[in-house]
């Protein structure tokens, strides 16, 4: 009888540490997640080729791009991150004569897939939906649609330096994975767009 009490203490008392044992254990297993959240602000600089038939020559001007930022980071080296992005253009369009100020505005949804395990070093890419991307001109008379300025579907890709935990520097490019229809006093034609943007973002 006395054998099977001294049994029965000693495996009660095992029981706390291997339960600790066990937590532990489980605690390690489990990735590390967090949440990340920011906003950014930069320089916007718009590249569009026209049809050469067109007889429209296209002179986009530095624009500026804001947006809110979220990320779901994992292991510290992998991240995805979701932003709403605001950019805003202008372009210098001229045929012949004639020469107009056309403003541009895109609603942006980058969707990217980060690599941050290179030091400070962050490596995004992924698709681009642009949920609107209207541009428009006034001749003086009356206010004129320009079109799209980018596809609904595109992609990015960039890289970003960490400076701190609250400070990224954000260099990217992003494009169309189709071509627009424009139009510009009197003539219909087509065009590509690309962007690259400079910001700072800061992480909350």
């Known amino acids: 009888m ?3 009490m001294i049994l029965f203490l000693f495996f009660a008392m095992l029981a ?11 605690v390690i297993a489990q990735p590390r997640k967090n949440m990340e959240m920011g906003i950014s602000l930069g320089a916007a600089a718009s590249m569009l080729y026209p049809d050469e038939a067109a007889g429209v020559d296209l002179s986009p001007k530095i624009g500026i791009r804001a947006a809110l930022e979220m990320a779901l980071v994992w292991q510290d080296d992998y991240a995805l991150q979701i932003e709403m992005g605001y ?3 202008k372009i210098k369009a001229k045929r012949g004569a004639l020469e107009y100020d056309v403003k541009s505005n895109v609603m942006e949804v980058p969707i990217m897939f980060s690599y941050r395990g290179l030091g400070p ?4 890419v992924g698709p681009v939906l642009s949920l609107a991307a209207a541009a428009r001109y006034s001749n003086g008379v009356e206010r004129l649609e320009f079109g799209r300025m980018r596809s609904t579907l595109g992609y990015t890709a960039g890289i970003g330096v960490e400076l701190s935990r609250h400070l990224v520097i954000d260099a990217r490019f992003t494009g169309s994975l189709a071509r627009t229809d424009n139009y510009f006093e009197g003539v219909e034609f087509r065009s590509s767009a690309y962007w690259a943007t400079l910001g700072v973002n800061y992480l909350f």
Do not use: D, E, I, K
């Open 16 to 26: 706390p540490v291997g339960q600790s044992l066990a937590q532990s254990r489980y």
């Open 87 to 89: 950019l805003h253009n």
């Open 121 to 124: 070093m962050r490596f995004n």
């Open 2 to 4: 006395r054998r099977w």
